[in-house]
């Protein structure tokens, strides 16, 4: 099969178009044919050999390490040929390929409602952003600071913080200020003078640091903070420890996946794509995602020509046109709508108090909870 990858460690230039053999499915991964895919900068991080250690890779090895797409076998028996699924890539393997393997503990139907594009947005960034909520027990009455709140991580965890409830203060650069307001925060500009603004707009402090950005700007983040604890960073997890909070505990549950998924098909969140390429472009969309520029996230699919339904086009690295989705935020996402299920590890209110849900509203999800009752949404088909 072709495959976008690396057959070593290094920078753009060891990247390319390759040939690999066909992933083979087993009880514990799914193979499926991709229809579209997440592309992160950790990805980055993974050819470049930074992740060594930690994220298992096995030359020639595809970039990506989420996606969605038809299901083509299924040893396990979990799904059916032809179903639409998203999720994690089996560890030594890539998601920008014509075939992927997909941990099937890892693995969720795409639901009705739900675009496999916004589905392959899930497992790294918008779960990241879950697992953070989740872990630092936010709920309705915080107020949680949120630094990069442009991009991936931080659009995404703008969007579910609100759904909890809390007060939300975005800091990201002046281009990304209608975005991080639409998707509900208070927007902060960055660059000098950021950490008086906050304290100008929260004289009391906040209760919770999400950050994406790392560096100093962490540093001058955990004085504002009430309890110095509830820092935590997907950009600088050592540099968080040692200020008292610490890095985001990955889940990675079907679940949960399945929880997230519901709540995009619901409207409730939305996965904000900036850029949406086909794969034959894949080159372009690294360079987008190296720039770090992009406004939320970077999206390849296994489209080869233009798709008349996506909106704008973008003059590609070689000259021709490559068609790419338009980032778009649903103003109604920053109302939170509750799903009315229990939670997993009790009430999500602040520091594990139960909270009382909004007039109007039934009790509010928390990001500890296993995810929907299964049966609400009818499973996805396409020939695989």
């Not at 990247?15 to 053999?21: V, W």
């Not at 999800?365 to 296993?370: D, F, G, L, M, T």
Request: glycine residues 14%.
């Amino acid at each position: 099969m072709r495959i976008y990858g690396f057959t070593e460690y290094g920078g753009p230039e060891v990247e390319g178009f390759l040939d690999a053999p066909d992933p083979v499915a087993s009880t514990r991964a799914v193979l499926v044919r991709m229809r579209a895919a997440g592309l992160n900068p950790a990805d980055l991080k993974v050819r470049s050999g930074q992740r060594q250690g930690t994220v298992e890779v096995r030359f020639p090895m595809a970039l990506g390490r989420e996606a969605a797409g038809a299901v083509v076998r299924d040893p396990s028996g979990r799904f059916r040929a032809g179903e639409l699924v998203f999720g994690s890539c089996a560890s030594g393997s890539g998601a920008l390929g014509d075939l992927v393997l997909l941990v099937v503990e890892q693995t969720a139907r795409v639901p009705e409602g739900a675009t496999p594009e916004q589905a392959a947005c899930i497992p790294v960034a918008i779960e990241t952003a879950w697992d953070a909520l989740a872990e630092l027990e936010v709920g309705p009455g915080d107020t949680v600071l949120i630094l990069g709140a442009g991009g991936g991580v931080g659009v995404h965890a703008v969007q579910l913080a609100r759904h909890l409830g809390a007060r939300v203060i975005g800091v990201a650069g002046a281009g990304k200020a209608e975005l991080v307001a639409s998707a509900g925060a208070e927007h902060v500009p960055s660059g000098p003078g950021w950490n008086e603004a906050v304290a100008a707009l929260a004289p009391e402090g906040v209760d919770a640091v999400i950050d994406a950005v790392g560096g100093d700007t962490v540093r001058e983040a955990a004085t504002l903070l009430r309890d110095p604890g509830q820092i935590r960073s997907s950009a600088a997890p050592a540099l968080a420890s040692e200020l008292g909070g610490s890095g985001i505990t990955r889940r990675r549950d079907a679940g949960v996946y399945a929880e997230l998924a519901e709540l995009v098909a619901r409207g409730v969140i939305q996965p904000v794509i900036h850029t949406t390429y086909p794969l034959s472009e894949a080159a372009a969309a690294v360079a987008t995602v190296a720039s770090g520029h992009a406004t939320g996230k970077t999206v390849i699919t296994a489209a080869t020509t233009h798709d008349l339904s996506w909106r704008g086009d973008k003059r590609g690295y070689d000259g021709r046109i490559t068609p790419i989705r338009r980032f778009s935020m649903m103003r109604a996402a920053v109302s939170p709508r509750r799903l009315t299920s229990r939670c997993r590890r009790g009430g999500p209110g602040p520091r594990g108090r139960a909270a009382a849900p909004a007039a109007g509203a039934g009790r509010a999800a928390s990001p500890a909870r296993r995810g929907p009752r299964p049966g609400r949404r009818g499973a996805r088909h396409e020939s695989p």
